[in-house]
Protein backbone atom coordinates (compact mmCIF):
# COMPACT_ATOMS: atom_id res chain seq x y z
CA UNK A 1 0.00 0.00 0.00
CA UNK A 2 2.17 3.03 -1.10
CA UNK A 3 -0.42 5.90 0.08
CA UNK A 4 0.78 9.38 -0.22
CA UNK A 5 4.67 9.24 -1.34
CA UNK A 6 6.91 12.27 -1.47
CA UNK A 7 10.02 12.83 -3.36
CA UNK A 8 12.81 13.74 -2.45
CA UNK A 9 12.92 13.19 1.66
CA UNK A 10 15.63 15.43 1.77
CA UNK A 11 17.14 18.47 0.15
CA UNK A 12 19.65 21.17 0.40
CA UNK A 13 19.19 24.54 -1.58
CA UNK A 14 21.03 27.81 -2.29
CA UNK A 15 19.45 30.97 -1.96
CA UNK A 16 17.74 31.95 -5.22
CA UNK A 17 17.69 28.28 -6.41
CA UNK A 18 14.34 26.32 -7.30
CA UNK A 19 13.03 23.01 -6.98
CA UNK A 20 9.54 20.89 -7.43
CA UNK A 21 8.81 18.55 -4.53
CA UNK A 22 6.74 15.76 -5.86
CA UNK A 23 3.75 14.54 -4.44
CA UNK A 24 1.65 11.35 -5.54
CA UNK A 25 -0.91 9.31 -4.27
CA UNK A 26 -3.23 6.28 -4.99
CA UNK A 27 -5.92 6.36 -3.69
CA UNK A 28 -7.73 7.96 -5.69
CA UNK A 29 -8.48 10.75 -3.59
CA UNK A 30 -9.91 14.24 -4.84
CA UNK A 31 -8.64 16.61 -2.73
CA UNK A 32 -4.45 17.08 -1.89
CA UNK A 33 -2.71 19.85 0.09
CA UNK A 34 0.48 20.91 0.94
CA UNK A 35 1.64 22.00 4.60
CA UNK A 36 4.70 23.23 5.91
CA UNK A 37 6.04 22.56 9.21
CA UNK A 38 8.74 24.89 11.09
CA UNK A 39 11.01 23.54 14.12
CA UNK A 40 8.63 23.15 17.24
CA UNK A 41 5.43 24.34 15.25
CA UNK A 42 2.15 22.71 13.80
CA UNK A 43 1.66 22.42 10.35
CA UNK A 44 0.50 25.15 7.97
CA UNK A 45 -1.50 25.04 4.59
CA UNK A 46 0.81 26.69 1.98
CA UNK A 47 -1.93 24.70 -0.81
CA UNK A 48 -4.88 22.86 -1.63
CA UNK A 49 -6.76 21.31 -4.83
CA UNK A 50 -10.37 19.87 -4.62
CA UNK A 51 -9.63 18.17 -8.34
CA UNK A 52 -7.41 17.98 -11.18
CA UNK A 53 -7.01 21.20 -12.85
CA UNK A 54 -8.49 23.36 -9.20
CA UNK A 55 -5.98 24.88 -6.66
CA UNK A 56 -6.58 27.48 -4.04
CA UNK A 57 -3.95 29.23 -1.32
CA UNK A 58 -3.65 28.06 2.26
CA UNK A 59 -2.37 30.13 5.05
CA UNK A 60 0.81 30.31 3.95
CA UNK A 61 1.47 30.42 0.07
CA UNK A 62 3.94 33.10 -1.27
CA UNK A 63 7.33 31.90 -2.40
CA UNK A 64 5.38 28.74 -3.90
CA UNK A 65 2.88 27.72 -6.96
CA UNK A 66 1.22 24.79 -7.44
CA UNK A 67 -0.30 22.88 -10.07
CA UNK A 68 -2.82 19.45 -10.46
CA UNK A 69 -2.66 18.31 -13.84
CA UNK A 70 -4.04 14.50 -13.22
CA UNK A 71 -6.17 12.89 -9.51
CA UNK A 72 -2.61 11.44 -8.84
CA UNK A 73 -0.37 14.32 -8.50
CA UNK A 74 0.00 17.60 -6.66
CA UNK A 75 3.65 19.06 -6.80
CA UNK A 76 4.72 21.85 -5.10
CA UNK A 77 7.42 24.38 -6.93
CA UNK A 78 9.61 26.65 -4.92
CA UNK A 79 10.82 29.48 -7.37
CA UNK A 80 13.92 32.41 -5.79
CA UNK A 81 14.40 29.61 -2.55
CA UNK A 82 14.83 31.47 0.41
CA UNK A 83 15.85 30.70 4.22
CA UNK A 84 12.25 31.57 5.40
CA UNK A 85 11.50 28.12 3.33
CA UNK A 86 13.64 26.42 5.53
CA UNK A 87 11.30 23.37 6.61
CA UNK A 88 9.52 20.33 6.48
CA UNK A 89 6.90 19.48 4.17
CA UNK A 90 4.03 17.39 4.02
CA UNK A 91 1.70 16.12 1.31
CA UNK A 92 -1.43 14.73 2.11
CA UNK A 93 -4.37 13.77 -0.02
CA UNK A 94 -8.17 12.90 1.36
CA UNK A 95 -11.88 11.60 -0.19
CA UNK A 96 -14.38 13.32 -0.08
CA UNK A 97 -17.16 11.92 0.99
CA UNK A 98 -17.74 12.03 4.99
CA UNK A 99 -16.67 8.64 4.92
CA UNK A 100 -13.58 9.36 3.57
CA UNK A 101 -12.41 12.38 4.42
CA UNK A 102 -9.52 11.32 6.62
CA UNK A 103 -6.18 13.35 5.73
CA UNK A 104 -3.24 10.62 4.85
CA UNK A 105 0.13 12.19 4.66
CA UNK A 106 3.15 11.48 2.87
CA UNK A 107 6.32 10.88 5.07
CA UNK A 108 7.37 14.79 4.33
CA UNK A 109 10.63 16.45 2.55
CA UNK A 110 12.74 18.17 4.41
CA UNK A 111 14.17 21.15 3.21
CA UNK A 112 17.29 23.32 4.00
CA UNK A 113 18.15 26.40 1.95
CA UNK A 114 21.57 27.96 2.99
CA UNK B 1 -11.19 31.34 10.73
CA UNK B 2 -11.31 28.52 12.85
CA UNK B 3 -8.22 28.38 15.75
CA UNK B 4 -6.74 24.89 17.65
CA UNK B 5 -5.04 25.64 20.67
CA UNK B 6 -2.78 23.31 22.41
CA UNK B 7 -1.94 24.81 25.99
CA UNK B 8 0.62 21.93 26.99
CA UNK B 9 3.67 21.96 25.17
CA UNK B 10 5.50 19.47 27.19
CA UNK B 11 3.58 16.57 29.24
CA UNK B 12 5.20 13.36 30.77
CA UNK B 13 4.20 10.11 31.78
CA UNK B 14 4.73 6.70 33.95
CA UNK B 15 4.77 3.93 31.40
CA UNK B 16 1.67 2.05 32.04
CA UNK B 17 -0.02 5.23 33.83
CA UNK B 18 -2.56 7.43 32.39
CA UNK B 19 -2.41 11.10 30.25
CA UNK B 20 -4.59 13.52 29.01
CA UNK B 21 -3.66 15.81 26.07
CA UNK B 22 -6.00 19.23 25.99
CA UNK B 23 -6.86 20.90 22.86
CA UNK B 24 -9.70 23.95 22.81
CA UNK B 25 -10.79 25.70 19.51
CA UNK B 26 -12.96 28.41 18.19
CA UNK B 27 -15.27 28.18 15.41
CA UNK B 28 -18.89 29.58 14.52
CA UNK B 29 -19.60 26.12 12.49
CA UNK B 30 -21.76 23.62 13.98
CA UNK B 31 -20.87 20.66 11.66
CA UNK B 32 -16.98 19.55 11.71
CA UNK B 33 -14.75 16.91 12.38
CA UNK B 34 -11.77 17.03 15.07
CA UNK B 35 -8.59 14.62 15.05
CA UNK B 36 -5.59 14.03 16.85
CA UNK B 37 -2.38 13.29 14.97
CA UNK B 38 0.88 11.45 16.63
CA UNK B 39 4.21 12.30 15.21
CA UNK B 40 6.69 10.06 15.94
CA UNK B 41 10.36 10.87 15.32
CA UNK B 42 10.06 9.68 12.31
CA UNK B 43 7.81 12.74 11.02
CA UNK B 44 4.63 10.53 9.85
CA UNK B 45 2.02 12.02 10.63
CA UNK B 46 -0.32 9.23 11.88
CA UNK B 47 -4.12 9.46 12.66
CA UNK B 48 -4.76 8.95 15.89
CA UNK B 49 -8.38 9.65 16.28
CA UNK B 50 -11.55 11.18 15.12
CA UNK B 51 -14.35 12.67 16.33
CA UNK B 52 -17.12 13.71 13.99
CA UNK B 53 -19.38 16.91 16.05
CA UNK B 54 -22.34 16.18 15.29
CA UNK B 55 -22.01 12.78 17.52
CA UNK B 56 -22.58 13.23 21.29
CA UNK B 57 -20.51 9.64 21.61
CA UNK B 58 -16.76 9.96 22.32
CA UNK B 59 -14.48 8.61 20.02
CA UNK B 60 -12.65 5.33 21.49
CA UNK B 61 -9.96 3.72 19.45
CA UNK B 62 -8.01 0.85 21.62
CA UNK B 63 -6.17 2.50 24.67
CA UNK B 64 -6.65 6.01 22.92
CA UNK B 65 -10.10 8.00 24.08
CA UNK B 66 -11.18 11.37 23.91
CA UNK B 67 -13.29 13.91 26.13
CA UNK B 68 -15.69 15.91 23.80
CA UNK B 69 -16.96 18.69 25.09
CA UNK B 70 -19.05 20.39 21.66
CA UNK B 71 -20.59 23.32 24.16
CA UNK B 72 -16.97 24.16 25.75
CA UNK B 73 -14.94 23.65 22.51
CA UNK B 74 -12.60 21.22 24.06
CA UNK B 75 -11.24 17.99 22.87
CA UNK B 76 -8.79 16.01 24.62
CA UNK B 77 -6.61 13.06 24.37
CA UNK B 78 -6.39 10.07 26.82
CA UNK B 79 -3.92 7.48 26.79
CA UNK B 80 -4.29 4.79 29.17
CA UNK B 81 -1.99 2.19 29.79
CA UNK B 82 0.71 3.90 28.77
CA UNK B 83 3.27 2.49 26.42
CA UNK B 84 6.96 4.00 25.11
CA UNK B 85 5.98 3.71 21.86
CA UNK B 86 3.20 6.54 22.68
CA UNK B 87 5.72 8.68 23.17
CA UNK B 88 5.87 11.19 19.74
CA UNK B 89 4.25 14.73 19.59
CA UNK B 90 0.61 14.46 19.14
CA UNK B 91 -1.71 17.47 17.45
CA UNK B 92 -4.84 18.44 17.82
CA UNK B 93 -6.32 19.14 14.25
CA UNK B 94 -9.88 20.93 13.33
CA UNK B 95 -11.70 20.38 9.70
CA UNK B 96 -14.95 21.40 8.55
CA UNK B 97 -17.49 19.54 7.38
CA UNK B 98 -18.00 21.47 4.09
CA UNK B 99 -16.60 20.49 0.67
CA UNK B 100 -14.91 23.76 0.99
CA UNK B 101 -13.24 23.59 4.37
CA UNK B 102 -11.82 20.43 3.76
CA UNK B 103 -8.40 21.81 5.32
CA UNK B 104 -7.06 20.91 8.35
CA UNK B 105 -6.44 23.51 11.11
CA UNK B 106 -3.53 22.14 13.62
CA UNK B 107 -2.56 22.90 17.23
CA UNK B 108 0.87 23.45 17.84
CA UNK B 109 1.60 20.02 19.72
CA UNK B 110 2.38 18.77 23.02
CA UNK B 111 5.39 17.02 22.72
CA UNK B 112 4.69 13.38 25.52
CA UNK B 113 7.25 11.95 26.77
CA UNK B 114 6.63 8.02 28.08
CA UNK B 115 9.00 7.32 31.38
CA UNK B 116 9.84 3.51 32.03
Known amino acids: NAGVTQTPKFRILKIGQSMTLQCTQD?????MYWYRQDPGMGLKLIYY???????DKGEVPNGYNVSRSTTEDFPLRLELAAPSQTSVYFC?????????????FGAGTRLSVL | AQTVTQSQPEMSVQEAETVTLSCTYD???????LFWYKQPPSRQMILVIR??????QNATENRFSVNFQKAAKSFSLKISDSQLGDAAMYFC?????????????FGEGTQLTVNP
Open chain 1, 92 to 104: ASSGVARAKNIQY
Open chain 1, 27 to 31: MNHNY
Open chain 1, 49 to 55: SVGAGIT
Open chain 2, 27 to 33: TSESDYY
Open chain 2, 51 to 56: QEAYKQ
Open chain 2, 93 to 105: AYRSAGASGSRLT
